[in-house]
C-alpha cells in the first residue's frame, strides 16, 4: 500500500479508536493520524507474530482495519497513560 493509503487507513483508525475509547486526550489530528498508522503497523506484527497471519493484506481487507484500530487502540491506551501525568502538571 501507498503513503497515501497508510494515512487514510491511520487517520480512520485513529478515528475510531478513540470513537470506541472516549475521554479527553491532549493530541490533535496529527497525533491521531500518528497513532492510527503506528497502529496499523503495530496490529499487522501483532497478528503476524501470535496467529501466524498476514493481517495487512490490502486497503480493503477487513483484516486490515481490524489490525488498524486494534494497534491505534492500544497505542492511544498507552499514550493516554504516559501524557496523563503531564496534564496535571503543565
Known sequence: MGIIAWI???LLAGM???ALM??????GVIITILIGIAGGLLGGWL????????????????????????GSMILLALYRL?????????
Open 22 to 27: 472516549p475521554g479527553r486526550d491532549p493530541g
Open 82 to 90: 504516559v501524557s496523563g501525568g503531564r496534564r496535571g502538571h503543565a
Open 47 to 70: 497478528g503476524k507474530v501470535i496467529f501466524g497471519v498476514d493481517s495487512i493484506d490490502g486497503f480493503f481487507d477487513l483484516s486490515t482495519w481490524i489490525a488498524a484500530v486494534v
Open 8 to 10: 487514510l487507513i491511520g
Open 16 to 18: 475510531i479508536a478513540k
